[in-house]
Antibody, heavy 121, light 110 residues
Framework: QVRLQESGPGLVQPAQTLSLTCTVS??????????WTWVRHLPGRGLEWIGY???????FGNPSLKSRLTLSLDTPANQFSLRLTSVTAADTAVYYC?????????????WGQGTLVTVSS | QSALTQPASVSGSPGQSITISCTGT?????????VSWYQERPGKAPKVMIY???KRPSGVSNRFSGSKSGSTASLTISGLQAEDEAYYYC??????????FGGGTKLTVL
C-alpha cells in the first residue's frame, strides 16, 4: 500500500511563500497513472481542495488559489510539492497530500498524516 | 465555487442509523455522480468511505452507504458504533478538473 508523508516549515511569515513536499513510499510517482493531490483543513471551516498534479506533470488548481499556487513533481526523489505565495493568516491550516483512488482522479485515497502550517509573524 | 452544505452535527445511539446530507448545485452534485465521503478523526488522516456516490472501497464496512437525488447526496451509517464518531465530509467534482468539499458534519454516538 502506497504511503504519503508531508514535510515543510510549520511556521511561515505573512506575505512569504509556503512550500511543502510530499514523499511517496511503496509506490512510484512516475508512470503511475495517478493524480497527486493537496487538500487543506482550514480551522473552523473544514476541508478545501487545493489542487492536483497528474503523473505527466499537468496541473489543476482551485480557482480561488490558482494565481498563488504552483504544483510540481520530483520524480527521481518520488516527491511532489506545493508552493503558495503571498500567504496570509487565512492560509493557516493542516495541509494533506493524497493520491487519487483509482487513476481517474475523482476521489482521494490514501492520504498523508497532514502537517500544520501556521502563518504568523 | 461555494462549499457544499452539510448539517453541522448529527447524533445517534449505538445500533441506530443516521443519514448525513450534502447539498450542492447543478454545477457540482447535480451534474456529476462523482461524490465521495471522507471520515476524519482528530489527529488522523482522512479516510474515504464512499466514492462515485455509492461505491465502497475495499475494507470499508457495508454499514456505510451512499446515495444521491438531484443536487443532494447522502451518507447513511447503519448499526451505529462508537468507533463511527468522527467528522464526515462530502466532496464533489465540480467540472473543469476542480472539486468542492462540504463544510463537514460532526457525528456523535450517544
Amino acid at each position: 500500500q502506497v504511503r504519503l508523508q508531508e514535510s515543510g516549515p510549520g511556521l511561515v511569515q505573512p506575505a512569504q511563500t509556503l512550500s511543502l513536499t510530499c514523499t511517496v513510499s511503496d509506490g512510484s510517482i512516475s508512470g503511475s497513472g495517478y493524480y497527486w493531490t493537496w487538500v487543506r483543513h482550514l480551522p473552523g471551516r473544514g476541508l478545501e481542495w487545493i489542487g492536483y498534479i497528474y503523473y505527466t506533470g499537468s496541473t489543476f488548481g482551485n480557482p480561488s488559489l490558482k494565481s498563488r499556487l504552483t504544483l510540481s513533481l520530483d520524480t527521481p526523489a518520488n516527491q511532489f510539492s506545493l508552493r503558495l505565495t503571498s500567504v496570509t493568516a487565512a492560509d493557516t491550516a493542516v495541509y494533506y497530500c493524497a493520491r487519487d483512488g483509482d487513476g481517474r482522479g475523482y476521489w482521494f485515497d490514501p492520504w498523508g498524516q497532514g502537517t500544520l502550517v501556521t502563518v504568523s509573524s | 465555487q461555494s462549499a457544499l452544505t452539510q448539517p453541522a452535527s448529527v447524533s445517534g445511539s449505538p445500533g441506530q442509523s443516521i443519514t448525513i446530507s450534502c447539498t450542492g448545485t447543478s454545477s457540482d452534485v447535480g451534474s456529476y455522480s462523482l461524490v465521495s465521503w471522507y471520515q476524519e478523526r482528530p489527529g488522523k488522516a482522512p479516510k474515504v468511505m464512499i466514492y462515485d456516490v455509492s461505491k465502497r472501497p475495499s475494507g470499508v464496512s457495508n454499514r456505510f452507504s451512499g446515495s444521491k437525488s438531484g443536487s443532494t447526496a447522502s451518507l447513511t451509517i447503519s448499526g451505529l458504533q462508537a468507533e463511527d464518531e468522527a467528522y464526515y465530509y462530502c466532496c464533489s467534482y465540480a467540472g473543469s478538473s476542480t472539486f468542492v468539499f462540504g463544510g463537514g458534519t460532526k457525528l456523535t454516538v450517544l
